[in-house]
C-alpha cells in the first residue's frame, strides 16, 4: 500500500432512466482526477444506476454502509453531496453511521466542505439547496405534465395496446393491427371466455403485448380495466410511492386528484361492451365459493342474500345419525359470524329450481324469434371484427410477397449476399405464418344463416338433455342464462337473461317459491 495515502471507496448515482451511463463515466472521471491530485487510493466503487437520490433504498448505497463496517476504508468521494442523498434527513443518519466507523463524506465539487465549524453550516446549506431542487423539480414537472394531462397529451411512459403516440403533437392514435387484438380479449371476455381461453386464442395468432411477451392473466385483466380504450383520458391515477420508495399500481388517489376527461383518447371498445366486462370482472371477482369448494356450486357467483346483500356462497355440513353430508348455499356475512337471519338454502334444490326456470321461461318457441335475432347480432359483430383481422392479415401478407418480389429479383440480377438470403428466408417464414392466420381466420368468419326450424330443434333437443350436461357445461349454461338469485326467507327470485332482455321470476308479482 502507498505511504501516506488515504484509502476511499466511491459512490456515484444518476436518478432516472432518461440520463445515462456517460453520468456515471462523468463522475468517475472528476472523482478520480480528484484523487490522483489529493493523495487518495480508491479501492472500490459503488454505483446506482437511475435510483433517485430521495431514497435510502438504493441497493449499492446501503452495500457501502454496511461494508464500512469492515473499516477497511477512510473516506466516501462523492462527485457532489446530491449524489449522496438529496434528503437532510437521510443524509445526516447515514453521515453520521458513516462517522461512527472513522469515515468522512467528501464531495469533489464542494471541497470547501472539510469538517470546520464554518463548513458545517455550509455544509447544511448546500443539503438544504439541493432538497428545494429535488422538491421543486418535482413540482414543476408535475405542473407541466398536469398542463399535458388537460390538452389529452402523452405524458411519457408506454402507449397502451392499440395505441401510438404522434413525436410531434404527443397526441394519441390507433393501430389497427393492435386494437384488434384487443377488440378480440374484450369480445372474448363478454362471451364467458376464460382468461386461459383468451390467452390460448392470442398465443394461436403469435399476438404480443405492447412490449413484446406473451398475454398473461395480469396483462389482460389491465386491457379489460384501462377505461381509455372506451376514450377516457386518464391522468394522475396510481397512489404514490411508499415510504420503500415502491407503488402499487392496483391503488389509486382519491377522485379530486385524478384527472379523467370523456373523449379525450381515441374509441377502440365502445362503452357498452366495456361497462359489460367491468360487470363480469366485479362479478367474477366475487365468486367466492367455486374455488374453495371441494364440490362445484353452480351458482357461485350468482347468488346473493336478499335480506343484508351480501353474496351466498357453497358450504357442506353432516348432521343425522348418519352423519350424511348435506351441500348448502349460506350468506357469506353469515358465515362471519356477523349477524343475518337469511336461511341457508339446499344446493340440490336450488340448481334444479333455477335449471327448471331457464327451461320454463327462455327456452321456449315463445323466445326462438328474439333468440335468431340476437344470434344475428352477435354474428354481425363478430364477422366486423373477425373482418378487420383479415384486412390487417392481407395487408401484411401482400407486404410481405412485394418484399419477397423484390429480393428474387435483386438475386435474379446477380446481387446477392448472405444478410440478404437470411432476409429472403426470415420473409418466406413470416408469410408461412401469416397465410396460416388468414385461412385460420378466414374458416372462423364463415357466416351461417341462422333457421328458425333448427334452432327450434337444437332448443328441444337441449331441454332433453339439459340434466345429463357435464358439471362444466351447467355452470356455463348458468353463467349464459342467469343474471342474478336473490333468497329471501321464504321465496327465491330468480333473474334470467335472454342476451339484454331480462326477465324475473317468482319475485314481485310473480309467483313465489319457497325455500327449502
Known amino acids: 500500500m502507498k505511504q501516506g495515502y ?22 468517475l472521471r472528476a472523482i478520480h482526477d480528484y484523487a490522483n491530485k489529493n493523495n487518495i487510493l480508491i479501492i472500490r466503487e459503488y454505483i446506482d444506476r437511475a435510483k433517485s437520490g430521495t431514497t435510502d433504498q438504493r441497493p449499492e448505497f446501503l452495500e457501502m454502509i454496511n461494508d464500512s463496517k469492515e473499516k477497511e476504508f477512510e473516506v466516501v468521494l462523492v462527485h457532489k453531496l446530491d449524489r449522496f442523498s438529496r434528503d437532510r434527513y437521510d443524509s445526516a443518519i447515514y453521515k453520521k453511521k458513516l462517522s461512527n466507523q472513522g469515515v468522512k463524506v467528501l464531495s469533489v465539487l464542494e471541497p470547501m466542505l472539510d469538517g470546520s465549524p464554518e463548513s458545517i453550516m455550509l455544509e447544511s446549506i448546500v443539503e438544504g439547496y439541493s432538497q428545494y431542487y429535488s422538491a421543486n423539480l418535482k413540482r414543476e414537472v408535475e405542473k407541466g405534465m398536469k398542463e399535458n394531462a388537460l390538452k389529452c397529451l402523452h405524458n411519457g411512459g408506454q402507449a397502451p395496446l392499440g395505441y401510438g403516440v404522434d413525436p410531434e403533437t404527443k397526441k394519441y392514435y390507433i393501430i389497427d393491427e393492435e386494437a384488434n387484438i384487443v377488440r378480440r380479449i374484450f369480445d372474448m371476455y363478454i362471451n364467458n371466455k376464460g382468461y386461459s381461453e383468451i390467452i390460448n386464442s392470442l398465443n394461436s395468432l403469435g399476438a404480443k403485448t405492447k412490449k413484446g411477451q406473451s398475454f398473461g392473466k395480469n396483462s389482460i385483466y389491465g386491457i379489460l380495466k384501462n377505461e381509455k380504450y372506451k376514450g377516457v383520458y386518464i391522468f394522475n391515477r396510481s397512489a404514490p410511492k411508499d415510504a420503500n420508495n415502491k407503488r402499487n399500481h392496483h391503488k389509486s388517489k382519491d ?40 364440490k362445484p356450486y353452480l351458482l357461485s357467483g350468482i347468488v346473493e342474500c336478499a335480506l343484508c346483500g351480501h353474496a351466498m356462497t357453497g358450504s357442506t355440513a353432516t348432521g343425522g345419525r348418519n352423519k350424511s353430508s348435506y351441500s348448502y348455499y349460506m350468506c357469506t356475512k353469515k358465515m362471519n359470524k356477523k349477524k343475518c337471519k337469511n336461511k341457508n338454502v339446499r344446493k340440490e334444490y336450488l340448481e334444479e329450481f333455477v335449471l327448471q326456470m331457464i327451461l320454463d321461461n327462455l327456452l321456449v318457441e315463445d ?4 333468440l335468431i335475432e340476437n344470434i344475428k347480432t352477435y354474428q354481425q359483430k363478430k364477422h366486423a371484427d373477425s373482418d378487420l383481422e383479415i384486412e390487417s392479415l392481407t395487408a401484411l401478407l401482400n407486404d410481405n410477397k412485394v418484399k419477397i418480389n423484390n429480393i428474387v429479383d435483386s438475386i435474379s440480377q446477380g446481387i446477392s449476399s448472405p444478410a440478404l438470403l437470411k432476409k429472403l428466408n426470415e420473409l418466406e417464414n413470416e408469410t408461412s405464418s401469416l397465410e396460416n392466420k388468414l385461412r385460420s381466420e378466414t374458416q372462423e368468419n364463415i357466416k351461417s344463416k341462422v333457421d328458425r326450424k333448427d334452432l327450434l330443434s337444437a332448443i328441444n333437443q337441449f331441454r332433453t338433455n339439459i340434466f345429463k350436461s357435464s358439471e362444466n357445461e351447467l355452470k356455463t349454461i348458468m353463467r349464459n342464462f342467469v343474471e342474478k338469485v336473490k333468497i329471501y326467507i321464504d321465496h327465491v327470485e330468480v333473474v334470467l337473461k335472454l342476451d339484454h332482455i331480462l326477465c324475473v321470476i317468482g319475485g314481485g308479482g310473480g309467483s313465489r317459491t319457497r325455500v327449502r
Not at 488515504?6 to 463522475?27: E, F, K, L, M, P
Not at 386528484?257 to 377502440?268: L, N
Open 6 to 27: 488515504r484509502i476511499a471507496v466511491v459512490y456515484a448515482r444518476y436518478s432516472s432512466d432518461n440520463q445515462r451511463d456517460a453520468s456515471i463515466d462523468a463522475q
Open 255 to 294: 377522485d379530486s386528484e385524478i384527472i379523467k376527461i370523456e373523449g379525450g383518447m381515441p374509441v377502440i371498445i365502445d362503452a357498452i361492451t366495456f361497462d359489460q366486462a367491468q360487470e363480469l370482472l366485479k362479478k367474477n371477482k366475487h365468486r367466492a365459493g367455486s374455488y374453495l369448494a371441494k
Open 367 to 370: 323466445n326462438v324469434d328474439e
